[in-house]
């Protein structure tokens, strides 16, 4: 593979996981707590109405996850590509 | 004579001089310890800050005086809607993790003008990028200032202007000094300082009401006085009262996605976040203290509605229907304060505290929320003065940071890279600090003598972050075609649209009065506007990138270099 294509495949990769990430991003925050908010409220999790719980808890929780995991997958990709010194 | 005689002996006044005291000796030494010698230690830190050490800074550079006195008081007023802020100002920072603060931290310069001059080959682009970077920081400091002045005369009972006038010489002292090398290491110390005065009460009170010590569980739990779960007794005493029901809201559907989008935009954009992420060694340190910042955020974040629900659950209780001779030693004494204030329309001597204007008897300033909450709940007066000492610690940092950032575009952007690049390291060293002075003066100036807009702005530094940088850097890196004409032009529609649309509905300069909501575009809010004003500029951008010539072989190659991670020690050291 030429130093060229190799960054290229790289990139490919990358882009790959940023939206793969951001989808589940936008479907916590702005899915579950803003569009669907009304109907996770009829269930109940504890004293949690679900929308409201995933409005100020949850979706801060999952944002933490994401950017954790995409930390792991990009050293990751960085060994594969040889990007790691 | 026992210790514990001595700590419940001493009172709150003491104990507030005692800790402030104390923590503000801890910040100087820290200074001392950490002056900058070269313009890089100036700028960066050296470049050579561990990813916890710049995620404890970024934290507390980003949990302002509003995250620690102002966003739980807000939450508690607004319930559901207290939501925008959290996601807003927390979701960005996955934004800057993915799309941001790799690529900027291997392009390996010192500013975010820096990187938007070079990579748009132009110093038009670099003096609008400036003019925005200094915008933004400014209406962004004035906020800060007046915390700490309000925090100060509060607990330590000198007035407003003397707590601006010593809070300036702090800030002075160790930013002057020690720039971002300085600034940095004070701020891992100022973020434990105020997680911990945050996170002590929150305890105590979720304990108290709910036998659960962790608050974010405890606000979802069953009271302990066995009358059910606190969310829903909350709902319970909100609709009785005639507000709408706390988990409910009522901002509608597209302003509460438009205001959380600007500010997750609006936070991946602010220069004085952005630049943390020059200050780690590797490509890879840099993502991983963007998360290491955020998991530190979210600690305080997932606090806040906790504590929202807690004070506004034992603030009704403790008033509602109450006579108000019966009132507690607290409500006498923010009243005095001007903070709460009572008038007994119907003459009954009770208290009544409803939505109607009308009936209502009761006015409470949301910013006691957070500060009152220890007396409330009858906590140790060690945890009431520790309050203080985090307030500080919040507002110091954040000043910290963003007069850093106005330094660094005067001494770097404008005089070394425009006005005279013959300039020595030496004089642009010295440059930067005098800058630094002359920030710290102009902002507290301006804490002094607030122009009646500036609470109201601050909330928009967001939208013009949003609406300026976060499209330039954005395409600047995922798309190697964008071009300085396409860039330049995105830049300036977008802050013109939303400065004028914040004139127009938040200040209501055209028209003498502040235009009713249902005139607003799209029923988007000024807060909101941000989004709109941001996907102007990427639109404008795109549009014209197309009809003018692409950037130069060497921009182009800049980008493909930026988006290896491998390399990015080096590219600092050619600079």
Redesign the interface.
């Known amino acids: 593979m030429t130093k060229k294509n190799k960054a290229k495949a790289y990139w490919k990769e990358n882009i790959r996981y940023v939206l793969m990430l951001l989808a589940i991003w936008f479907l916590v925050s702005y899915g579950a707590g803003i569009l669907f908010k009304d109907e996770l409220n009829t269930i109940k999790v504890a004293g949690f109405k679900l929308g409201f719980w995933f409005a100020q808890q949850g979706s801060m929780y999952v944002f933490v996850i994401l950017i954790f995991v995409y930390v792991r997958l990009m050293n990751k990709l960085d060994k594969k590509y040889g990007y790691d010194n | 004579m026992t210790i514990s005689y001595l700590i419940t002996a001493i009172g709150v006044q003491d104990w507030t001089y005692i800790l402030v005291g104390l923590t503000f000796a801890l910040y100087i030494g820290i200074a001392i310890w950490s002056r900058a010698n070269s313009t890089k230690d100036f700028y960066v830190a050296g470049g050579g800050v561990s990813p916890w050490a710049n995620g404890m800074a970024t934290a507390a550079d980003w949990m302002s005086a509003a995250s620690f006195i102002s966003m739980a008081g807000i939450?508690s007023f607004a319930g559901?809607d207290?939501?925008v802020y959290?996601?807003g100002w927390?979701?960005g920072?996955?934004l800057l993790?993915?799309?941001l603060a790799?690529y900027l931290r291997k392009f390996g310069k010192f500013t975010v003008p820096d990187f938007i001059g070079d990579r748009y080959y132009s110093k038009t682009a670099r003096i609008v990028a400036v003019f925005c970077a200094l915008l933004v920081s400014f209406t962004y400091v004035a906020g800060q200032m007046r915390g700490v002045g309000i925090v100060f005369s509060r607990f330590l009972e000198v007035d407003i202007n003397t707590g601006v006038i010593i809070g300036m010489f702090i800030v002075l002292f160790y930013a002057v000094l020690g720039g971002m090398k300085g600034i940095t290491y004070t701020q891992v110390a100022q973020y434990c300082v105020l997680i911990f005065a945050f996170m002590v009460p929150a305890i105590f009170i979720s304990f108290q009401m709910t036998g659960n010590p962790i608050p974010?569980?405890g606000?979802?739990?069953?009271l302990i006085d066995g009358s059910g779960?606190?969310?829903?007794k909350l709902d319970g005493l909100s609709t009785a009262l005639g507000f709408n029901e706390y988990?409910e809201g009522s901002k509608s559907?597209i302003d509460?996605?438009a205001i959380?989008?600007a500010l997750m935009v609006g936070t991946a954009g602010l220069p004085h976040v952005i630049v943390r992420f020059f200050t780690v060694k590797r490509v890879?340190d840099a993502?991983?203290s963007?998360?290491i910042a955020?998991?530190l955020i979210?600690l305080l974040?997932?606090t806040a509605?906790a504590v929202a629900v807690f004070a506004r659950t034992n603030m009704i209780e403790t008033v509602s229907n109450k006579p108000y001779e019966n009132m507690p030693e607290w409500f006498k004494k923010w009243e005095t304060t001007g903070l709460i204030r009572f008038e007994d329309k119907n003459d009954d001597g009770n208290i009544q505290y409803v939505a109607d204007e009308i009936n209502n008897e009761l006015t409470v300033d949301r910013d006691i929320m957070v500060l009152a909450n220890p007396e409330i709940a009858r906590l140790p007066n060690w945890v009431i003065a520790l309050v203080a000492a985090g307030g500080l610690a919040a507002a110091l940092s954040t000043a910290a940071g963003l007069l850093l950032v106005i330094s660094a575009s005067v001494s770097h952007d404008l005089i070394k890279k425009v006005i005279k690049p013959s300039i020595s390291e030496k004089g642009e060293l010295m440059a930067a600090r005098l800058s630094a002075v002359g920030a710290v003066v102009v902002a507290g100036y301006y804490g002094i003598h607030p122009p009646g807009f500036v609470a109201a702005v601050v909330a928009l530094a967001f939208g013009l972050a949003a609406a300026s940088f976060f499209p330039a850097i954005i395409l600047g890196i995922f798309y190697k075609r964008m071009n300085k004409e396409g860039a330049v032009a995105g830049m300036v529609v977008g802050i013109l649209a939303m400065l004028l649309y914040m004139i127009k509905y938040k200040l209501g300069w055209f028209d003498d009065t502040i235009p009713d909501k249902s005139e607003w575009w799209f029923g988007i809010s000024p807060e909101g506007f941000g989004t709109v004003a941001m996907v102007l500029n990427f639109i404008v951008s795109i549009t014209i990138m197309k009809f003018t010539k692409a950037p130069p072989e060497e921009v182009q190659e800049i980008v493909?270099n930026i988006?290896?991670?491998?390399?990015a020690s080096n590219v600092i050291k050619q600079h």
């Open positions: 939450i559901y207290g939501a959290l996601m927390t979701g920072y996955v993790a993915l799309l790799p974010q569980f606000f979802g739990s069953e779960y606190l969310l829903d988990t559907t509460v996605f959380t989008l890879r993502r991983k963007a998360g955020l998991l979210v974040y997932t509605p493909e988006r290896i991670p491998s390399g």
